[in-house]
């Protein structure tokens, strides 16, 4: 009776994956904390996405689990997991070898509603039903056009820790050929384009101006104010309010697109 069981429940599996479609995906990063993988809504943007996360640990057991993110933090709370640990991403594991290189690896379907932002994967990887087959299965066929949405992201800590900007990135993958193409994070493409606006004004234009004006001091004359010339008042306030917008553009690449001392290249093996 129980091995007519084990039976049933092997056939019922596979009678879903073959008309659900599987997915089976293995990610790989030269650091010593976590890697971690997400289905996202828009490939760039951290956030919803359907994220795998793991790290492995010599010490202690392994960490490998299923998140639902919902913003940029992330904690326990953002488990997307069953009591007994199942969840849409099924044999998951996660390995480092004596490189140094840290290996998470899941199988998922491509239809789970489990998985709350990416419940339907099939048109994204090209899997469309097809004709009936022998047994009454449906065939899966590819359209090469389709691409799939991905978020990654790495650290060297061993925790659900914030990575940096540069730690992490998002990329469409054509799952028929394995071609890939990175896609510019909406969030580091603004802090870019604003700390390259804040030192254009400061070097193109403030300091310049402001550097310029002792020697055409001429074109403003006698003119005074409070006292003190204008060019001279003019040349302080240029110089001044240019090395302040200067130092908001240091701030803004430190802080924002700062990047860990990795001590090494940073590899991520899409397949």
Known sequence: MHRRMQHARAVRMADDLMRDGSLHIAVQASVAGYVALGFATNPGVMSPADVVLGWASSSSSSYVHTFHVTDEALDESNLNEGADGSSWAYDRGVTQGSNGITTICFSRRLRDARATVSPDLRAATGAVGGGASAGGRRRLQQDVAATLG????????????????????????????????????????????????????????????????????????????????VWFLLHLGFQWTGILVFVAGFVVAFVKLDDLDMGGEVRARRR
Request: positive net charge; aromatic residues 6%; charged residues 10%.
């Open 150 to 229: 991905l978020n990654w992201a790495v650290s060297n800590n061993k925790g659900l820790v914030q990575h940096t900007t540069r730690n992490s990135g998002g990329f469409r993958l054509d799952v028929s050929s394995g071609a890939a193409g990175d896609v510019a994070s909406s969030n580091t493409q603004h802090w870019i384009n604003v700390h390259g606006v804040l030192m254009a004004v400061a070097w193109g234009l403030l300091l310049p101006l402001g550097t310029l004006l002792p020697a055409h001091r001429w074109i403003l004359g006698d003119t005074k104010a409070g006292g003190k010339h």
